[in-house]
């Protein structure tokens, strides 16, 4: 197993104090923003090649606990060693328009496919309100702690949220998603017109990163809860 690499069958993971994320995504542009943002290498990232759930009908927090639990149960059945500091990571996106009542939201993916980055602001035609979010949910599970087989670990859920507008045009780079119709707050330039560092240092996903490298400097004790950095939405054994 390579640090900022792919976990998989007969991997072992490299003796290191720091924590080890086994990030589950098989999107390489979030794995990308991932690794900037934990540029100051106070954590160790490993991408793990797992099949995820696509679920409807559930909260984001909801969706990203159901899809760290498949994740753990198919790292547990393959013979990666998890080590006392390991964590498992999943990550789920959303695009809100307010006018929409938060939607698409965790379906934005489904609409991206249908309409495209071109497509997408045109269910805010009928809307003065171009206001919307995105919102990135982590659920992370310490299963580095499991001492007995059968235990569970215990699942922590964050979320970094990022306001902004949907623009009306797409505008930059169409190499990431949405990127392309979001300008955040306080910005004149979507997250596809900027510098990757500069998203990095602003986007939902960094919020969200930024609460998990914050919670874990406490190790996700029950005291977690008055560290936070932006929303923490709870905790589940």
């Not at 753990?72 to 393959?78: A, H, I, N, P, T």
Request: aromatic fraction near 8%; proline fraction near 6%; charge should be negative.
């Amino acid at each position: 197993m390579a640090e900022n690499g792919d976990v998989g069958h007969g991997a072992t993971a490299p003796d290191d104090s720091r924590p080890l994320i086994f990030f589950c995504t098989g999107n390489s542009n979030k794995l990308a923003e991932v690794q900037q943002i934990l540029g100051d290498r106070s954590v160790r990232l490993v991408a793990a090649n797992v099949d995820l759930p696509e679920l409807q009908g559930a909260s984001p927090a909801e969706i990203a606990e159901a899809k760290c639990r498949s994740a753990v149960r198919q790292l547990q059945l393959s013979d990666a060693e998890l080590p006392q500091n390991a964590l498992v990571m999943v990550e789920d996106t959303c695009l809100c328009f307010n006018a929409l009542k938060g939607l698409p939201g965790p379906y934005v993916k489904w609409f991206l496919h249908k309409l495209g980055p071109e497509g997408l602001p045109s269910l805010l035609a009928a809307y003065e309100d171009k206001s919307g979010y995105a919102l990135c949910t982590l659920c992370v599970a310490e299963v580095g702690r499991v001492k007995h087989e059968g235990d569970e670990p215990h699942f922590h859920t964050l979320e970094g949220r990022t306001d902004g507008i949907i623009v009306t045009e797409p505008r930059g780079k169409r190499d990431f998603g949405w990127d392309p119709i979001f300008q955040p707050d306080g910005f004149k330039l979507t997250y596809a017109e900027m510098d990757k560092a500069v998203k990095n240092s602003i986007s939902h996903r960094y919020k969200a990163m930024e609460a998990l490298k914050e919670a874990d400097r406490h190790r996700f004790s029950v005291q977690m809860l008055a560290y936070k950095v932006g929303p923490f939405v709870g905790t589940k054994a």
